[in-house]
């Protein structure tokens, strides 16, 4: 059909034959094969494309075609860059290398101060013409020797221009080395200075030494002030000149031994309360050489934040220095025998000595000092102290009338903290707080407010105030119950006043729950048999009813507890008009109702112990009992007596029953049990009968079996 429309076999199609010659062939990828796995031209389309070239007058290049030849060109280019004689190519094809060539100034110039023989440098070459030459003298410079380039001399010049190059890196290795033998030279020439230097100042350290020996073997003959004098200004010569050599060359050992003689004894003279800073401004000038600069080593004014939680215990050393052996031998004693003799209310003389000591003292010894002597010796005051009034013959005072915060609280910025924590288990603040709580336990509320109290919230917060519930409260409710009465014809009010004295003590909420409790009862039930009587006079109550609400103070009366109580009366009041006005008999007018449960100091406490924190504390009766319990042992332990637990309990109120006795077998002496805060005593002669008795001497005479 094709040959019908005249196509000729062989030629393409189209009318000029420039279509395809053969059919289009179909090549397959395999299965699985992405593009480019395989060639995807055919055969029959690069003839098509080469008969297609041709025509066009171009030759045609596959891409196989061109991957031959370039791998052909990097194959030859890599050939043709291989140097002769060596195995590796050069970068940049196969280009030759320039010969360079060196003249006479570059010569001498490559090796200073090498002597070269003028023959090895008389065969120049001549490279200006189109060939190299070698020329005899500059004479012939551009003319030819005619000596041909592979003569026998030219072979002689070659190896004397190696020899030549030879000669020049031996020069440079030659003189690298006298390079480095003079750097080494003056290397040990600077440490033979450096040595002769130490030696000079060894010798000089050694002569001040030994002149420090001399002084101090004529000091102890002398009068010890001069001595003295002569020698700290002889330390400090010796800390000023060698300053740098004190720790290199232990010159504080050295120090110390010439010091410590005389230190002994101007120590020994010395009376600590009279001249507190007596030997500091000496010591501070050469605290240096006494080796007295280590922060870990010394307790300075602004150094507690420094220490580690022990509180005067040093971090680093192990050992005890020259200077801390000599305070701790010399010095600390004589402050003991000190302390032991001191009157607690003299304290000033006392803070003195320690302030100025104080950046002199190593850390250990101002622990033992504060710690052992002082605080102990608080401790021992604190325990005589008894704040009850005082016969008229004592006209001084005395450390047990005196309040013990005139002559605590100066020592309160030379204290660690740990002996101010009033919740740590010791400590002076916690034996302040158990003294506290037995002074309030035996206090008679008629004798008024115990003097300084109020001074010590600064330091007890909260604790005060569950003091003054647990020991103190429970006494002021017995006295308003037992002291105090409502008499419209005849009122004493010395029991109450007794009572709100104690407000500035105590927060509201506590003394208007201590009102409710004790007061408004009696004053409710006083006012109700006044409504009730026949020959009640409302004009009068109104009068009583005003006058008792401007004997309590404001700030109690605008408590929420207190406003109630005020409201029942005028409630009851009102109530008794109505029943007048409408002819009924007064005594239908209802009795009040009955108080809060007593006692009171139970609800009191839970609410404090609300407030302060989220863990609820055991019962009040079981935490009065408890701490009365440790005020008996006390007690106990002072009169050298023994509070045994029987482990049984008593047959009508259930509490615990224990034997103080003075036997060291516990047996003997008398059966108590304790309830609230007093001491119930088997009665002699009846086992069965109990006795409240006091922490007085017919309790011990009874212990000891009088």
Not at 179 to 199: F, P, S
Not at 388 to 401: E, F, G
Not at 645 to 655: C, D, K, M, Y
């Amino acid at each position: 059909m094709m040959a019908k429309m005249g196509h000729k076999e062989g030629q393409g199609l189209g009318a000029g034959g420039e279509g395809i010659v053969n059919p289009i062939e179909v090549k397959l990828r395999p299965q699985g094969a992405g593009v480019g796995a395989v060639k995807e031209r055919t055969e029959q389309y690069k003839a098509e494309q080469k008969r297609a070239a041709e025509r066009r007058g171009e030759e045609y290049e596959d891409s196989s075609e061109e991957e031959r030849k370039a791998r052909r060109e990097r194959k030859k280019k890599s050939q043709g860059g291989l140097a002769p004689g060596s195995g590796t190519s050069t970068p940049g094809g196969t280009r030759k290398q320039k010969t360079k060539y060196k003249t006479v100034a570059d010569v001498r110039a490559a090796a200073p101060g090498l002597d070269v023989p003028l023959q090895m440098l008389s065969s120049i070459v001549d490279a200006t013409g189109s060939q190299a030459k070698m020329l005899t003298s500059a004479a012939g410079l551009m003319t030819p020797n005619g000596l041909p380039t592979d003569s026998e001399a030219d072979k002689i010049a070659k190896r004397e221009r190696l020899e030549l190059e030879a000669f020049i890196e031996a020069w440079h290795g030659v003189q690298e080395q006298k390079v480095y033998i003079e750097e080494q030279a003056g290397r040990h020439q600077l440490e033979v200075d450096q040595e002769r230097e130490e030696v000079e100042r060894l010798q000089a350290v050694v002569e001040a030494v030994e002149n420090l020996r001399l002084s101090a073997a004529r000091g102890p003959g002398d009068d010890s002030g001069t001595a003295w004098t002569s020698l700290i200004a002889s330390l400090e010569k010796l800390q000023t000149e060698h300053k740098q050599d004190i720790e290199h060359y232990g010159l504080s050992e050295a120090a110390i031994g010439a010091l410590s003689p005389l230190f002994k004894k101007r120590v020994a003279e010395w009376e600590p309360l009279e001249d507190p800073e007596l030997l500091t401004a000496d010591l501070m000038r050469v605290r240096s050489l006494l080796g007295l600069d280590t922060k870990d080593e010394v307790v300075t004014a602004r150094g507690r934040a420094e220490m580690d939680e022990g509180y005067g215990r040093s971090k680093r050393q192990k050992a005890t220095t020259a200077y801390e052996a000599m305070v701790y031998t010399i010095w600390l004693p004589k402050l003991r025998t000190t302390i032991t003799n001191w009157e607690v209310l003299n304290h000033a003389p006392l803070t003195t000595l320690v302030n100025a000591w104080r950046p002199l003292l190593p850390p250990f010894i101002y622990s033992a000092l504060v710690d052992k002597l002082i605080v102990e010796k608080l401790k021992a005051a604190l325990h005589v102290w008894d704040p009850r009034k005082r016969s008229h013959h004592h006209k001084h005072a005395t450390v047990k009338h005196a309040e013990p915060h005139t002559w605590i609280f100066p020592w309160l910025p030379y204290l660690p903290p740990y002996q101010l924590d009033p919740k740590a288990s010791s400590g002076l603040l916690v034996d302040i707080k158990r003294r506290l709580r037995e002074v309030l336990d035996g206090w008679d509320v008629s004798s008024g407010v115990l003097a300084g109290l109020l001074e010590w919230r600064a330091l007890l917060h909260s604790e005060l105030d569950h003091v003054f519930v647990r020991h103190l409260l429970p006494k002021l409710a017995r006295h308003l119950s037992q002291h105090f009465e409502v008499d419209p014809s005849d009122q004493d009010l010395t029991p109450l006043e007794n009572v709100l004295k104690w407000q500035q003590h105590s927060k509201v909420e506590i003394l208007a729950r201590l009102l409710v409790a004790e007061f408004f009862p009696k004053w409710l039930s006083t006012l109700h048999q006044w409504l009730s009587s026949e020959e009640a006079n409302f004009e009068e109550v109104g009068q009583w009813f005003t006058w008792w609400k401007q004997q309590i103070p404001d700030s109690l009366n605008a408590n929420a507890d207190v406003s109630k109580e005020w409201e029942k009366g005028t409630e009851m009041i009102n109530k008794a008009l109505d029943l007048q006005d409408e002819g009924v008999p007064m005594s239908e007018l209802a009795a009040p109702a009955a108080g809060p449960a007593r006692p009171i100091a139970k609800e009191i406490s839970k609410r404090l112990d609300a407030q302060t924190s989220a863990t609820l504390h055991p019962p009040l009766a079981q935490e009065l009992a408890q701490d009365f319990k440790d005020i008996v042992e006390a007690w106990c332990a002072e009169q050298d007596l023994t509070l045994v637990p029987l482990r049984e309990a008593h047959t009508q109120t259930g509490a615990p029953l224990f034997r103080i006795t003075a036997s060291a077998n516990g047996k003997g002496g008398v059966v108590v049990y304790l309830k609230g805060d007093i001491v119930w005593a088997q009665k002699k002669g009846d086992r069965t009968i109990y006795e409240p008795i006091g922490l007085e001497e017919r309790l011990v005479e009874r212990a000891i079996g009088k």
